[in-house]
Structure formats: structure tokens, C-alpha cells
């Protein structure tokens, strides 16, 4: 089955850089998320996309922003890094289903280094 | 991971059982979730329980959820080394649908 796909697997910047992640969600599934991940930590919640809207905000910086396209794919766009934006950046997708509810699966992630 | 607290670590033998352990605070979660991580890999969805439900049983794995205590438990019966890996629970915070991950749970198999 079609996974949650996401590229570049591993990026290193220099600080003051500008990286750009790309998502390609589930076929047919209508909601995209992003989280960040520090070393050692949990996943944060950054931002969130349904049907190419922005349904939700979390602690993303205002250096970042993202857009979902007609396509649903997703670019999650960071300027002016910062060392302490190295993490694993995942990207998730769902089907948003009034039954059922929203089962949400992840990419298998973005390694970001700044150096 | 505030709002979701998971003990940082477990340690068992191959063939034993694990518990994991989990509570959370937001009452109008709808769905919650177990996830497993690899080292260097992705989150791989494991499971998940409808909040109006007590047990969920899925092959080795069993969701146990009392609401009342806000207490979210995954047992992995027959534990293999294979299963080694940090675990996290998530909740949907309700309308959200933005999941909350708790603090993560390693999962060491001894052989």
C-alpha cells in the first residue's frame, strides 16, 4: 500500500539558509500535517492542511510556512536557519472520516542538519 | 509531550509481556494511538482505541483505556527483540485532530 512519502531524506544547510521539504501524502487522503522532531524528544505538531486549507497551527516558527497544492501535496519552506532547527521534520496524512475518525499515518521523515 | 506522560524506560526478556503506560489530560480526545519509532526511522502507527471503548486486541497487541483515570495502556504479548524501539501515545485533542505525542517510551529486549 501507498505510504506517506517524503523528500529529501537528509538535508545539511549552513545557518541562514532556506531549506524546503516536500510531501506527498496517501492517495485520496484530504488532511496533511507537520511535526518536528528534536533529538531526543517527541514530535511537535507545526502546522496542519485540509483540502489544501490550513486547519490548524501549532508552535511553527514565523521563519517557517507551508502550503498544500492542488495536487495535496505539501512544501513545508524554512528561511533564515537556525542550529537549533536541525530535526527530523515528518510529514503525516489522514482521510478525515465522520464513522471512523482520522487515522493518521507518517512519512518516514526529513533529516534537517544545520551546520 | 506535557500533556502526555509516558515512562522514559522498559526493559524485558524475549517471550515475556510489556506494558506500556500512559496518561493524558485532554478529556474530548476522540481517538488515541500508539506509535513506534526505530532508531533513524519513521513513526509507524501500531494501533488505536475510539475513546468510547475500553480494550482494543490486535494479534500481540492489546489497547487497554480507562477514561475515568485518563490512563492509556498497550500490552505487546511474547515481547521479541524485534519489537526494541521507543514508543509514544498520541491523543487527537478532539476536534483538533492534531495528535499530541507523549514523552516516549524505550523499549529494551533482552535475549
Known amino acids: 500500500a501507498a505510504g506517506v512519502i517524503q523528500s529529501p531524506r537528509h538535508l545539511i544547510k549552513e545557518k541562514r539558509e532556506t531549506a524546503t521539504l516536500k510531501c506527498y501524502p496517501i492517495?485520496?487522503?484530504?488532511?496533511v500535517y507537520w511535526y518536528q522532531q528534536g533529538p531526543g524528544q517527541d514530535p511537535q505538531f507545526l502546522i496542519s492542511?485540509?483540502?489544501?486549507?490550513?486547519?490548524d497551527k501549532g508552535s511553527i516558527p514565523d521563519r517557517f510556512s507551508a502550503q498544500q497544492f492542488s495536487d495535496y501535496h505539501s512544501e513545508l519552506n524554512m528561511s533564515s536557519l537556525e542550529l537549533g532547527d536541525s530535526a527530523l521534520y515528518f510529514c503525516?496524512?489522514?482521510?478525515?472520516?465522520?464513522?471512523?475518525?482520522?487515522?493518521?499515518?507518517f512519512g518516514e521523515g526529513s533529516w534537517l542538519t544545520v551546520v | 509531550g506535557e500533556d502526555v506522560e509516558q515512562s522514559l524506560f522498559l526493559s524485558v526478556r524475549e517471550g515475556d509481556s510489556s506494558v506500556i503506560n500512559c496518561t493524558y489530560t485532554d478529556s474530548s480526545s476522540t481517538y488515541l494511538y500508539w506509535y513506534k519509532q526505530e532508531p533513524g526511522a519513521g513513526l509507524q502507527l501500531l494501533t488505536y482505541?475510539?475513546?468510547?471503548?475500553d480494550m482494543k486486541q490486535d494479534q500481540r497487541l492489546t489497547v487497554l483505556l480507562n477514561k475515568k483515570d485518563k490512563h492509556l495502556s498497550l500490552r505487546i504479548a511474547d515481547t521479541q527483540t524485534g519489537d526494541s524501539a521507543i514508543y509514544f501515545c498520541a491523543e487527537d485533542g478532539g476536534a483538533t485532530n492534531k495528535l499530541i505525542f507523549g514523552t516516549g517510551t524505550l523499549l529494551a529486549v533482552q535475549p
Open positions: 492542511f485540509y483540502e489544501k486549507m490550513q486547519s
Open positions: 503525516a496524512s489522514s482521510l478525515r472520516d465522520r464513522v471512523y475518525g482520522n487515522t493518521i499515518y
Open positions: 492517495p485520496r487522503h484530504d488532511t
Open positions: 482505541i475510539f475513546s468510547n471503548m
